[in-house]
């Protein structure tokens, strides 16, 4: 159920929020609970992270707006808040520069795993330096 004025939106316990491959530029914001975010890989699940309070997600298709590459589950009773544009975020950000830093942060935090992540696939990959340089 959504309060449209305040942007609130609450999700039960394993209601998806995002399904991957989907188009929608929304980015999300937990106010209460846990989101899971996973990736599918054949028949399996692969869960990515568990966010909480304060984290967020969905950024990816704010600025891009490509599919959705993850889908994202609640994990009990969930409350989020949502931007739909990219002017959105910037007066959310505006208005709280404290966010922003951390926002800033966890990007690059999430930014540095996915290198590992990358590095360490393509380092089993005969033509590693080819791939990243070319």
């Given at each position: 159920m959504?309060?449209?004025?305040?942007?609130?939106?609450?999700?039960s316990?394993?209601?998806?929020?995002i399904?991957s491959d989907?188009?929608d530029?929304?980015?999300?914001?937990i106010?209460?609970?846990?989101?899971e975010i996973?990736l599918k890989k054949?028949?399996?699940?692969v869960?990515l992270?568990?966010?909480k309070?304060?984290d967020?997600?969905?950024?990816?298709s704010?600025f891009?707006k490509?599919?959705r590459?993850?889908?994202a589950?609640a994990r009990g009773?969930?409350?989020l808040?949502?931007?739909k544009?990219v002017?959105?975020?910037e007066r959310?950000?505006?208005?709280?520069?404290?966010?922003?830093i951390?926002?800033?942060?966890?990007?690059?935090?999430r930014l540095a795993?996915?290198?590992e992540?990358?590095?360490?696939e393509?380092?089993?990959?005969?033509?590693?330096?080819?791939?990243?340089y070319s």
């Open positions: 959504t309060d449209r004025k305040k942007r609130i939106v609450d999700y316990d394993r209601e998806t929020i399904q989907t188009f530029s929304s980015m999300y914001i106010l209460e609970g846990e989101v996973s054949g028949d399996k699940k869960v992270a568990v966010l309070e304060k967020f997600f969905g950024e990816i704010l891009t490509i599919p590459s993850a889908t589950t009773f969930v409350r808040t949502y931007l544009n002017g959105e975020l959310f950000l505006d208005k709280n520069p404290k966010f922003a951390g926002m800033v942060k966890t990007l690059a935090s795993r996915t290198d992540l990358f590095k360490k393509m380092s089993s990959q005969p033509n590693y330096a080819n791939v990243l």
